[in-house]
């Protein structure tokens, strides 16, 4: 059966030339596959890894893996498979099914990412910086890494800025003690010890996003929000949701007898101008 597409980016079939193969696929010996040196994700959840292997022994890789020649003849460097590759040898599989491409070193990073972030695999962290090697590295703007993984210049640009937090602050939110809801939050304030001083009041009170907005309101001298609006209908709360996703902030969506309004979050100048640009079809 084929494999569902996901509706992300251009696609691996877009992005990179299958090499000269008549039948597609072919089966590799699982030794003579590495690691991808530019794989973002950094680390792979022990129990998911357990239940893909207990499934790859039952039923095989239903998958196949996407690689590119290595550097020693007869190798190959993954691009995007890991956990499957990893469930694979848990499993005690000798070879799995792969497709061959041509890769550049640009290349195996963004198919990297763009594998990872269709299967939401990435934290934000590990997100933020494959991007900022992306940028760092390989010299792409914020647009160009935008189109490239299919989101908004500024939804890119908000998650570099998690980079800029001091250290306790992104262990916290690598831990999931904070969200990229709340990390956002509090990049507003001046200092990474105001930072790291109003993260350790989130989580020791548990606030939710909305709560520690209000405190880094405070924390600035400026008024806080007023009371939260009434819970939106379901179908609103979606269109909410997609709002968010396709702007990279937080948006309010709020009706009234007749019309409503809709209120869009930031924090900073950067994010601003960011927006603005998205707003006004510039980015």
């Known amino acids: 059966m084929p494999s569902k597409k996901h509706g992300l980016g251009r696609g691996l079939d877009a992005l990179l030339p ?18 991808n040196p530019r794989q973002p994700r950094s680390g792979m959840a022990e129990i998911e890894l357990e239940e893909l292997a207990a499934s790859i022994k039952e039923h095989g890789v239903l998958q196949p893996l996407v690689v590119t020649t290595g550097m020693v003849p007869g ?20 070879k799995v099914p792969v497709v061959v491409r041509a890769a550049s070193e640009q290349e195996r990073l963004l198919l990297a990412l763009i594998e990872n972030v269709q299967r939401a695999d990435l934290s934000p962290l590990e997100t933020a ?27 890119v640009t908000n998650t570099l800025r998690l980079l800029r937090l001091p250290e306790a602050v992104r262990r916290a939110l690598a ?10 939050a509090l990049l507003a304030l001046p200092t990474v010890q105001a930072q790291a001083a109003a993260a350790d009041t989130v989580i020791r009170k548990a606030l939710n996003v909305r709560q520690t907005e209000d405190l880094v309101r405070r924390l ?15 179908d609103l709360r979606a269109l909410q949701r997609k709002l968010q996703e396709a702007f990279g902030t937080r948006i309010d969506l709020r009706r009234a007898k007749r019309g409503g309004t809709l209120i869009f979050h930031f924090y900073s100048d950067e994010e601003l101008d960011a927006l603005a640009d998205h707003l006004l079809g510039a980015g």
């Open 18 to 35: 299958v090499e000269e193969q008549p039948q597609g696929t072919r089966e590799v010996a699982v030794a003579l596959i590495r690691r």
């Open 75 to 94: 190798e190959f460097t993954l691009i995007a498979g890991e956990r499957r590759l990893e469930a694979a040898r848990r499993a005690g599989l000798e």
């Open 175 to 184: 831990a999931g003690q904070l969200s990229e809801g709340h990390a956002r």
């Open 220 to 234: 600035l001298g400026k008024r806080t929000t007023q009371p939260a609006p009434a819970k939106l209908p379901p």
């Open 129 to 155: 910086g494959a991007y900022r090697q992306l940028n760092d590295e390989f010299g792409l703007s914020h647009e160009e890494i935008a189109r490239r993984v299919s989101k908004s210049r500024v939804a």
